[in-house]
């Protein structure tokens, strides 16, 4: 895969300062969700596809941030796949874990904002894949797979538990931080279907899910 940052970001952006546990990340992040509101507005008005959720830091991604931060030493050496990523902070933080990480989102411009990410922090060896869920093109399983409030549209459930069944590796665990979605019931109910097990960590506002594969 090719990490090399060669685009310009597609937005001003600045850097801020977030820690996690004991651990300090830089984020680039974009200065106005309207000015990429407004450029999304214009170039593809009709497309969801384009919405730029990848611009926000959410809470959910901090929550599990936090978890893995946590748990350390679980992640050294582990292989890990985050699904939609945005920015990207979970996949930093089990990266700096000691875990060997592939960091993946469908949206066309979030590429260089969590490559900015990942060589802010030290971190250039991440790779990055560009998936969309319901063709998911990457080989092999993880140990770990990690996602923070992704279900936020009914129609992203059905596909994104397929690629939990297909990534996760046998008696691996697939860390899910979500605010309480209203598809959150159905999404745990078809892992349950699929044979997952799962344990509920509160944190703070956000329902940890822990999945543990067959």
């Known amino acids: 895969m090719d990490n ?3 685009e310009e970001l597609l937005f001003p952006c600045s850097e801020e300062s977030i820690t996690v546990g004991n651990i300090r990340f830089t984020l680039c992040m974009i200065r106005s969700l309207d000015e990429a509101l407004d450029h999304y507005v214009k170039v593809s008005p009709s497309d969801t596809d384009r919405i730029p959720y990848f611009t926000r830091l959410w809470e959910s991604a901090q929550a599990l941030a936090g978890y893995i931060a946590e748990q350390h030493e679980w992640f050294s050496g582990k292989r890990v796949l985050e699904l939609g990523c945005g920015l990207g902070l979970p996949s930093l933080c089990a990266a700096r874990c000691g875990a060997r990480v592939t960091a993946s989102d469908f949206h066309p411009d979030n590429r260089a904002f969590f490559l900015r990410n990942a060589r802010l922090n030290g971190l250039p060896a991440i790779d990055y894949h560009r998936m969309d869920w319901r063709q998911p093109d990457l080989t092999g399983t993880f140990d ?5 409030d992704l279900i936020y549209e009914k129609e992203m459930v059905s596909p994104l538990v397929d690629c939990v069944k297909q990534y996760l590796a046998p008696s691996g665990t697939f860390l899910y931080a979500d605010p309480g979605r209203s598809s959150l019931q159905n999404f745990t109910s078809a892992l ?4 997952l097990t799962w344990e509920l960590i509160p944190v703070d506002n956000i329902y940890l899910q822990v999945w543990t594969g067959r």
Do not use: D, N, R, T
Request: hydrophobic residues 40%.
């Open 192 to 195: 349950e279907k699929a044979g």
């Open 144 to 148: 770990i797979l990690l996602g923070s």
């Open 4 to 6: 090399s940052v060669s």
